[in-house]
């Protein structure tokens, strides 16, 4: 039996393996996704989108425009949270914001955040002195208290009101409030892991160890993740159409599981996943009205943030190719013109010799 499992093991890693197993279920949920979602938008009138949007109190935009800069700000100490933990502390916080900000904003609505977040982290961090194996256990951590954050979340959501999440998956209140109880005491294991002693806390071997943060810091972790998920819910839930109401808690529940299924699609922005998710989720509001409400969020969370970050790198990348190397050409110039310029002589005191 165990030389079968072997066996099995070493054809699933050689004519299968892990990332194309992920590959295959991005597909798989990128093509569920759109094949509800057009299913959903059947017989829906642009029209009626069209006066959702202006129905829609212009004071509740400003704040849900405020929650995300909020949400953004909060985003920005996952970088810096992680650069403390793995010790690079000469890093300053503003170049932590800006790679957060930066890999976030553009790895979202690139798709592949992983891979497309790490290469601006990348070129950032390098500056500073920082390789490709800090950048990796930089995004593990910061990785880490994005999952810590949507566990605590969900399974406090899934806990007391289940029917929430009963719309999306499709099963019963009662596993569904099993589940969310699971997360909670999957968090607390975690934590009395960390706590019970130093040595316990490294994962990895030689440069690619990476020791994590004490139970009493990761309860910081963990509030840094509930704050950034906080205030983007909070958008979405000023957005919502006001009739027929909806506690905050089930509207936090559905747009978690909705971002993470858009997460682990990979898809750009996680355009159609998303969307296909939260109107499945929420058959009680009409279809025009939800989408006007997805469209304001998608501009205020990914449209607007995305530009400002392309604006920013391409600034930077600017100022970094061209005009650093053109003030570096001009200075030794200077130099030789300074060099070659006849240095007067100190003047020598004439004396008669007797």
Known sequence: M?????????????????????????????????RTLVHTL????????????????????????LCVMCAFFTLTFYDFFALRTIGKKHVPYRIAALSSFCSYS?????????????????????????NAIDVAKICFISGLTFWLGNTFVLGIGMAVHPSAASTMDQLPDAINRLIGVGGIVAICA???????????????????????????VTLLQILIGVVDLGFCALAMYLLIPAQPPIDFMSLAVVFILATLLGFASHAPGSLGVFDAAMLVALPQF???????????????????????????????????????????????????????????????RLTSQR
């Open 190 to 216: 975690y934590l009395t892991w960390l706590a019970l002693g130093n040595n316990r806390r490294e994962l990895g071997q030689n440069g690619w160890k990476v020791v994590l943060p004490s139970a009493r």
């Open 106 to 130: 553009i790895g979202h609505n690139i798709g592949a955040t992983v891979f497309t977040g790490g290469a601006i982290r990348f070129r950032i961090y390098s500056d500073y002195g920082l």
């Open 2 to 34: 165990q030389g079968m499992l072997t066996a099995l093991q070493r054809g699933f890693k050689k004519w299968i393996g892990w990332k194309r197993l992920g590959i295959a279920a991005s597909l798989v949920i990128i093509f569920l996704a759109v």
């Open 286 to 348: 009409g279809r025009e009205e939800l989408l006007a409400t997805l469209l304001v969020f998608r501009v205020l969370y990914f449209v607007i943030p995305f530009s400002i970050a392309i604006s920013i790198m391409g600034t930077r990348e600017f100022w970094l190719s061209v005009v650093v190397p053109w003030q570096e050409r001009r200075r030794p110039n200077t130099m030789f013109a300074a060099a070659s310029e006849p240095v007067p002589q100190p003047v020598k």
């Open 42 to 65: 059947k017989g829906v009138h642009k029209d009626v989108i069209l006066t959702a949007l202006t129905e829609i109190p212009a004071g509740h935009i400003a704040l849900a425009a």
